[in-house]
C-alpha cells in the first residue's frame, strides 16, 4: 500500500506530541502517532486504498481522501474497526444538504452529532447506557474525536482560522454516540429515515450542546414531551426562532413509559411537532423586542416538519432526563444518514 | 461581472483566509465597523457612507 502523505521522524512518543502540537495539529490533547502500520490498518480494514476519494467540500474544493481521514483517525485513537464508522460519518458530511462549509466556519459553534445505528455499534463496543452523550466508551469517544481532527488538519477547521466561533462548545471535542437499539422498542433512527432494516448507518447533524432536562413526576407521553417542547421553545426564545433539525435524547426510564402506552416514534414526533412552537412576541420578554416590530403575532415553529425531529433511544437505566439537541442555524444544515458501505451515489435521506 | 465584497473588521482575517485558500490571494473588499446586527439604521447609513468610496472602486476598478 503507498501512502502519499509526508513522513516525518520524531525521537520518541513525547517528541511526537511535541511535535504535533507545535504545528496545530491537534485539538490540544496528546494524539496516537499515524504510523504507516496503523494507517494501512484503518484503510485495510475498510477496504479502501490510500487514494480513495471520500468527498470534496464545494466551498473551498477541498478533496478529502480517505489516507487523510485513516491518518486523523489514528491521531484520535480509533482502531481501524471504527474506521468504517468515520469514513461514513465524512462521507455524510460532505453531502450538500449538510452544508459543512458554514457549519464548522460559524460564529455560532455548532458540532457535528453523529448517532451510529445498526450491528456495527455491538460489533465496535459502542456503550448506548450511562453517559451516553460523553466518553461513554473508547468507539463513541475516537470516532467523535476523529471527525473534529479531521476538520482540523484537512479543512483548517482551527478556532480563529475556518472556525470563527465564538464559544463552541464541549461536543467540539467528540460528540458521538449509539442509539440504544437493544434496550427500546422503537424504531431505530436510522430506519426511520429510510435506511435499510438492519443496516448498520451514521447520522450527521449540526449540532448545538445538549440541553438537560428533568420529568420523574409524571407517567403520561403528552406531559413528559410538554417538557421537552418546553425546552426546545427555551432555545427557540433565546437562541434561534428558525426551524431544523432538532434531536431529543430518550433514555430508559422516560421510554418506558412511551412504550406501555404505545407511543411510537412517529407519535413522538407529531406531538412535539404540534406543540414546539412560540409566538414572535415572546422574544420581547428575553430581551430581544428590537426584532419583534409588527410581527408579535407570528407563529414559528421548531420543525418544518414532523420528520425533523430525531428521537434517538439512548442513556442509562434510572432517572428521569433528557436532552434536546437543537440544530446549528435552522434549516441551513440538514441531518444525513449514510449507510456503512454504501457508495456516495447512494440514496440518502 | 463586477462585485464588491464587503466584510467587518471582526472578519478581515476570515476573508483573508478564504481567499487564499480559494486561490485569489489579493481580492479586494471593503472592510466596515462591527457589528451590524446590533447597529441601527443612523449607524448602518455611516458605514455604508464610509464604503461607498472603497466599493465604487472595487466596481469600477481603480481608475473608475
Known sequence: MQLASTRHDVADMMAAQEFYHSRGWTDGLPVVPPTEDAVEACLEWAGLVPDHLVGVEPVRARAVTAEKLAINAVMAGCLPMHFPVVVTAFTAMLQEPFLLHGATASTGGCAVLVVVNGPITQDIGMDATFNALASSDRASTAIGRSLRLSLINIMDVRPGAIDRSVLGHPGKISYCLAEDEAGSEWLPLAEERGMPVGASCVTVMAAGAPRQLMNEWTTVPEEILDTFASEIRANMRHYSIWPGNYAIIVPPQLRAHFHAAGWSKADVRAYVFEKARILRSEWADCGKGAVVRDRGGSEYAALSAPEDLLVIAAGGPAGGFGAVIPPWLGPKSRAVTVAIGACVDCEIS | ?64
Open chain 2, 1 to 64: 461581472m463586477p462585485s464588491a465584497g464587503i466584510m467587518t473588521e471582526t472578519f478581515v482575517s476570515a476573508a483573508e483566509l478564504m481567499a487564499r485558500v480559494l486561490g485569489a490571494e489579493d481580492y479586494p473588499f471593503a472592510v466596515i465597523e462591527h457589528p451590524i446586527s446590533s447597529a441601527n439604521r443612523a449607524m448602518l447609513a455611516a458605514r455604508a457612507e464610509r464604503a461607498a468610496a472603497d466599493c465604487a472602486r472595487l466596481l469600477l476598478g481603480a481608475d473608475g
